[in-house]
Each structure stands twice: as structure tokens, then as C-alpha cells.
């Protein structure tokens, strides 16, 4: 059997570990062949697939980015998209099947393929760890421990300066980074989709943590709305899946605390260095066990499934269980963190 891997939408630390998994697991175990499709869902369009043997994915695992590249392509659009187009492209190259490597735009497009008759099997990747057929998502944990380590460094120079600091991190539906790189840098205040706030009540907090001799630190995610707000602030228009593409929610808090509370302010945003860099060793172990259950999933037949971890193991859930509705942070896990604001 011959299988095809593929790492679509945006990249994270973890995917070379899930490869690497899929393919020594697969190989030793199953006796399986694979190959690599490039760049995502452009890969399957364009029939761009080479081997994908043991010798590729040695060391893999501490490796951050992915091998195989990655797109936000659709696999339904262009002369060459679309399901029946697919499946000859896959026979030509006796292709048996795909594992989906990738988050919520990647499962989509997965299901949507499995349900038109395409073998696939997904693994959820998403650093916001919006998904909510699983507990955690690789990529996660280290996107946070980046985030924390930034956080930290903006609060020493904030401290010299007696500067506020404003640090966007990404999370574009749900406040996850936010929420843990938050509360585990000391931030004064947290500000993520789930919870819209005004202006007033965000400086509120600032002069607060000001009055006590403390350097406020504001952390918030890329998809904060103020309330009022009818969408996520984004100027860079839209993804291949027509979302915006979000970003500089920073930039517009800063002045504006800086008017209400006359405390100089400073943004930060993040971006894509929380995705970059070597997996933290939780993202390592998770991603390589996703993998390894992966192949087992390619064995049993288990098509239009995802592998996902729940509690501490890894289980198989159709499509559908991670579509749809958000991995949201709950009130109660963001009134916890609200005690330690100001």
C-alpha cells in the first residue's frame, strides 16, 4: 500500500515529528510505502509527490517547519481541483490514500474530499488549539513557551522605561496562547476573542498594575474585538479560504491606552516567530504519537478519521467531531486567570 503525506495551512513546530513517526512506524511495522506531497493540497492538485523513506525522516524530530512545505491551497479550485480530478491523479501515481497533516481549513477540505470517495486520514496541527475534538494540538505548547519567553523579556524593559507593553499573539477564533502565555508571564491583562472588552475597562487594569509601581504588561490575542467590534481588526486581506488574515490588534490598543491612561505604551506583535523553531519535548512526544497512531489508522482502514489525543491517550474521531464548533476557552478558565489582572 502507498500512501501520500501532506502538511497544508500553516506551518508549526511538530509536523517533521508527525512525519517521521507516520513513516518509521508505517515502514518497520506495516510495510507500508510512502511518499511526500509537496506543498499541501497543491501537491495532491499537481501530482508533486517523491519518496518519503526512513532516509528523509531520520532526526526529524527536533526540526521545526516541515520538510514537505506547506500552502493554503484549495484542493476544489483550479482546472486540475476537485474530487474526481483527485482520484485519478492518486491512481496514476497508485497512490492509495493521504494523511492530512494540518488545522481546521486542512480537516475541512479533508472531510469534504473523504466524503467525495478520497482515502483520508487527518492529523489535527494548529498552535491555536482550536480544535475540539482534541484535547491539546501539537505546536501548542511551544508556540506558548515562545510567547511566555518573549513576554518576559518585554517586561525587564518595561520595567526600565515604566512603559507599558502590549504583546499580540496569534489566535485568531479562540484565546488559548493568550490565556497560558499570559498567565504564565504575570500579564495584568488578557484579552482574547471569547471575551470583547472596551477601551475603559482595558485601562482600567493598566493604571491599576501603574499605581502599584508595576510596568503594565497587556497581552492579547490577534483576534480580540472590542466590543462594538463587528469583526477581528485585519488590513492584509484574505487567505486562500477567504478569512482574513488577521493581525494588528496591538498596534490600534497602544495609542489608545496611551491617550486614556497618558502612561507610555508600546505593541508588540509576535507573529510568526511563535510558529518557528524546534518543538518543545511535550510537542515532541505528542506529534510522534500522533504519527505512530496515524499509521496504525492507515492499517485498520480507518478512513475519513483523525487521530486525536484525549486525556492522555490518542484516540480516532470522524471529521466532523473537529469541524464546525471552536475549541473556545471557557468563562470560567478566563475568570480564573481575571483574578491576577491589575
Same mark, same amino acid.
Given at each position: 500500500?502507498? +500512501? /501520500?503525506?501532506? %502538511? ?9 515529528? *508527525? ?16 511518499? /511526500? ?15 518519503? %523513506? ?12 516541515? &520538510? ?36 481546521? /481549513? =486542512? ?10 470517495? +478520497?482515502?483520508?486520514?487527518? *492529523? ?31 517586561? =525587564? ?23 497560558? #502565555?499570559?498567565?504564565? $508571564?504575570?500579564?495584568? $491583562? &488578557? ?62 490598543? $497602544? ?13 508588540? +506583535? ?24 496515524? #499509521? ?15 486525556? %492522555? ?10 469541524? /464546525? ?18
Amino acid at each position: 500500500m502507498k +500512501i /501520500g503525506i501532506l %502538511t497544508s495551512g500553516g506551518d508549526c513546530p511538530g509536523l517533521n515529528a *508527525v512525519i517521521r513517526g507516520i513513516v518509521l512506524k508505517g515502514t518497520t511495522s506495516y510495510d507500508l510505502e510512502f511518499v /511526500g506531497i509537496r506543498d499541501g493540497w497543491r501537491g495532491v492538485v499537481d501530482g508533486d509527490f517523491f519518496p518519503l %523513506t526512513r532516509h528523509e525522516v531520520k532526526g526529524l524530530s527536533k526540526v521545526g517547519g516541515t &520538510i514537505l512545505g506547506t500552502s493554503r491551497t484549495n484542493p476544489y479550485e483550479g482546472e486540475r481541483g476537485g474530487a474526481e480530478n483527485i482520484a485519478k491523479t492518486l491512481y496514476g501515481h497508485r497512490i492509495d490514500g493521504i494523511i492530512a497533516i494540518g488545522g481546521e /481549513g =486542512t480537516l475541512a477540505a479533508a472531510d469534504r474530499l473523504a466524503k467525495d470517495g +478520497i482515502n483520508v486520514i487527518g *492529523v489535527p496541527k494548529t498552535i491555536d488549539n482550536d480544535l475540539r475534538a482534541t484535547d491539546y494540538s501539537f505546536g501548542f505548547d511551544t508556540a506558548v513557551n515562545i510567547a511566555t519567553e518573549a513576554m518576559d523579556r518585554l517586561r =525587564t524593559t518595561g520595567d526600565s522605561h515604566q512603559r507599558c507593553m502590549v504583546a499580540e499573539v496569534m489566535g485568531r477564533h479562540v484565546g488559548w496562547i493568550a490565556l497560558h #502565555a499570559g498567565m504564565a $508571564a504575570g500579564a495584568h $491583562a &488578557i484579552l482574547i476573542p471569547e471575551v470583547p472588552q472596551t477601551l475603559d475597562e482595558i485601562a482600567a487594569l493598566v493604571t491599576s498594575a501603574h499605581d502599584r509601581g508595576r510596568a503594565p504588561l497587556v497581552v492579547v490575542s490577534e483576534g480580540f474585538k472590542l466590543q462594538g467590534m463587528d469583526e477581528a481588526y485585519s488590513d492584509k486581506g484574505l487567505d486562500a479560504f477567504n478569512r482574513p488574515r488577521l493581525g494588528g490588534i496591538g498596534d490600534r490598543l $497602544a495609542p489608545e491606552i496611551e491617550r486614556i491612561t497618558g502612561i507610555e505604551t508600546r505593541a508588540t +506583535i509576535l507573529g510568526h516567530i511563535q510558529r518557528g523553531g524546534s518543538p518543545s519535548a511535550f510537542d515532541r512526544v505528542l506529534a510522534t504519537r500522533l504519527g505512530l497512531h496515524a #499509521a496504525d489508522a492507515i492499517v485498520d482502514g480507518a478512513w475519513g478519521q483523525m487521530v486525536a489525543m484525549q486525556g %492522555t491517550e490518542i484516540v480516532r474521531v470522524p471529521f466532523e467531531d473537529a469541524l /464546525g464548533e471552536l475549541n473556545t476557552v471557557p468563562l470560567h478558565r478566563y475568570e480564573e486567570a481575571a483574578a491576577l489582572f491589575g
